[in-house]
Nanobody, 124 residues
Framework: VQLQASGGGLVQAGGSLRLSCAASGRTFGSYFMGWFRQAPGKEREFAAAISRSGSFTYYADSVKGRFTISRDNAKNTVYLQMNSLKPEDTAVYYC??????????????????WGQGTLVTVSS
C-alpha cells in the first residue's frame, strides 16, 4: 500500500489542523493505522493509532485529549485532528500502516508501510 500524508502547515499555538493520509489499494480496511511524529533533532515517536474498524483508538500521553484519530475505510483515508496545538507539537508527521494488529501499537517496527511525512509548525 502507498500512503500520502497531507494537511500540514503553520499554525499559531492554540490553533487546530487536520492531517489526512490517503492510501492506495482496495485493502485499506485490513490495515491497522498509526500516526508518528519527529520533532527537529529528536527521534520519531508514536502519536496515535486506530484499529482496522475504527472501534479502538490509542494515544500518546502527550497528545491525549487534544488529538483525535479517525478513519474512513470507504475513502481509504485516516485522519488526525489536532486541537489546542502547542509549540512542542512542531514536527514532521508520518502515517503508517500495519498488516497485523499488535498490542505494541506504539512500536514503529510493527508498521510495514510509511507515508512521506507532512510538516506541522506551531508558533508561539
Amino acid at each position: 500500500v502507498q500512503l500520502q500524508a497531507s494537511g500540514g502547515g503553520l499554525v499559531q499555538a492554540g490553533g487546530s489542523l487536520r492531517l489526512s493520509c490517503a492510501a492506495s489499494g482496495r485493502t485499506f480496511g485490513s490495515y491497522f493505522m498509526g500516526w508518528f511524529r519527529q520533532a527537529p533533532g529528536k527521534e520519531r515517536e508514536f502519536a496515535a493509532a486506530i484499529s482496522r474498524s475504527g472501534s479502538f483508538t490509542y494515544y500518546a500521553d502527550s497528545v491525549k485529549g487534544r488529538f483525535t484519530i479517525s478513519r474512513d475505510n470507504a475513502k481509504n483515508t485516516v485522519y488526525l485532528q489536532m486541537n489546542s496545538l502547542k509549540p512542542e507539537d512542531t514536527a514532521v508527521y508520518y502515517c503508517a500502516a500495519a498488516r497485523r494488529d499488535s498490542a505494541v501499537y506504539y512500536y514503529q517496527g510493527n508498521y510495514d508501510y510509511w507515508g512521506q511525512g507532512t510538516l506541522v509548525t506551531v508558533s508561539s
